[in-house]
């Protein structure tokens, strides 16, 4: 019925076009049908481009969203470079939005650099990534000290991401204090809202292990990997989080304790990975539409 609407000339629907697309997306792209997904988001951001040629002023920030999202398909589909591209335009739309109307758009422009950061990243460009990341962390930090509960999570996040940069870039050192700042932070908002963010913190502490790892620290990484997956068990039995995740940590740790000589102990979590394995498929084949063990995925906001 919108198409056709738009069809007939009646631009105001072509908003309402869009964001029924982008429902579509998200639903292909929960069925992993990311193909499929990624082939209608793009519809949704050439609705946007229609939009912004004819009122700029009102539908910019849609077209900001917009080329996030499709940034984030493209970056899930490892297509880094057109990701990169569309991550880049969002950042410099944000940027002009920002000069306008600070307050308002300040969140989505760090929103937009932390995405463009990862990006970066996954194209291989560590060093513009940890610089974009730096000023997303830098504008989170301003965030988090006028609205501490909203922004703390989100910061977390950026730390955490520019802890991985440094790595790449071969400092492990240095993300090694990156990535404990970001467990701090985890940890304060576990104690807020345990049941909500218990998912994070294990996810903070996943990465903290790998750090303690890059640094020659192997025992104290398994250490560290016990604690991520004991929280995400926990974690998931509170609110059914991604299995597919806590199924990534267990992997983990099974490789940490199979150099360590301990193989014993990796093949009981190989066991229990199985097991996890067999209870998802059995879930899925029931109710494949909700897909509630596999990992979660993070769609982005029309």
Known sequence: ???????????????????????????????RRMAEALKVEEEVLSTRRELVENDRSTYLPHLGSSLGNFAWYLEKMEKMEEAVNLAEESVMIRRELVEK???TNLPELASSLHSLSWCLHGAGNSEKALQVGEESVQVYQELVKKDRKTYLPKLSSSLNSLSLCLTTMGRPTEALEMGKESIEMGRELVEDNRKTNLWRLSGLLHN?????????WSEDSIKVKEVAVQMGREAVEMSFKSFSHLVRHLESLARYLRKLGQDKEAKQIEEEISEIRQKRDHINSKSPAANVLNEATDVPAA
């Open 208 to 216: 903290l292990a790998f750090h303690l790892n890059c640094v020659g």
């Open 101 to 103: 109307d600070c307050e």
């Open 1 to 31: 019925m919108r198409r056709e609407l738009v069809e007939r000339g009646q631009i105001k629907y072509l908003v309402g076009l869009g964001s029924s697309l982008h429902n579509i997306a998200t639903y292909l792209s929960d069925m």
